[in-house]
């Protein structure tokens, strides 16, 4: 079945750091690729997508792409603030055979950024 | 438009005992899923429902959870009876599609804690 593989956390940064959250997948067909965010409080918020292989992602700084080559879809952000702080998950959706329209998460990556 | 609402936010029960969560989605949207966050673990699918019919409850843990959706409008999750497993933040999320290629809007969740 489908699964999808973060890199394990927490991390810890400082202020205007680079952050990368490697996230890699194994599924069958062309699924498309999801980075939700956890924001300490709140619901699950839709971070960026990316629906076919080399399609880029970007919002709010951050950015992936898909790379269906190597089947990963790392987060990247160039300089990271104190708000960026939350639990960020990666996910798939892949629209045929069982998984139609079933969200696969990671297991999700905490970061934490400060001052 | 309102979001996807989900209430109680929180709820602590002892186990044995009976819960329900409810999730509204945004007006309008005919999926509706439930997912649920053990412990730091990844988030895992629950049901989907479209409109008032279980589309599919594969993820469903076992007979102890009952989902309903009368008049496809809200959905209620019923855990009887609760158990110390049962743990966990609930997610609701909906969507106008299917296949939900633009990602679904979540719910702020549900942390349900048996004791």
């Given amino acids: 079945g489908d699964s999808v593989t973060q890199m394990e956390g927490p991390v810890t940064l400082s202020e205007e750091a680079c952050l990368t959250i490697n996230c890699t997948y194994t599924a069958t067909g062309y699924p498309s690729l999801f980075w939700y965010v956890q924001y300490p409080g709140e619901g699950l918020q839709l971070l960026l997508k990316a629906t076919k292989a080399d399609d880029k992602g970007s919002n709010k700084g951050f950015e992936a792409t898909y790379r269906k080559e190597t089947t990963s879809f790392h987060l990247e952000k160039g300089s990271v603030q104190v708000s960026d702080s939350a639990v960020y998950f990666c996910a798939l959706l892949n629209a045929g055979g069982t998984s139609y329209g079933k969200l696969t998460f990671g297991q999700g990556t905490i970061l934490t950024v400060h001052p | ?115």
């Fill in chain 2, 1 to 115: 438009e309102a979001g996807v609402t989900q209430f109680p936010s929180h709820s602590v029960i002892e186990k044995g005992q009976t819960v329900t969560l409810r999730c509204d989605p945004i007006s309008g949207h005919d999926n509706l899923y439930w997912y649920r966050r053990v412990m730091g673990k990844e988030i895992k699918f629950l049901l989907h429902f479209v409109k008032e019919s279980k589309q599919d409850e594969s993820g469903m843990p076992n007979n102890r959870f009952l989902a309903e959706r009368t008049g496809g409008t809200y959905s209620t999750l019923k855990v009887q009876p609760a158990e110390l497993e049962d743990s966990g933040v609930y997610f609701c999320a909906s969507s106008p599609f299917r296949t939900g290629s633009d990602g679904y809007t979540f719910g702020s969740g549900t942390r349900l804690t048996v004791v």
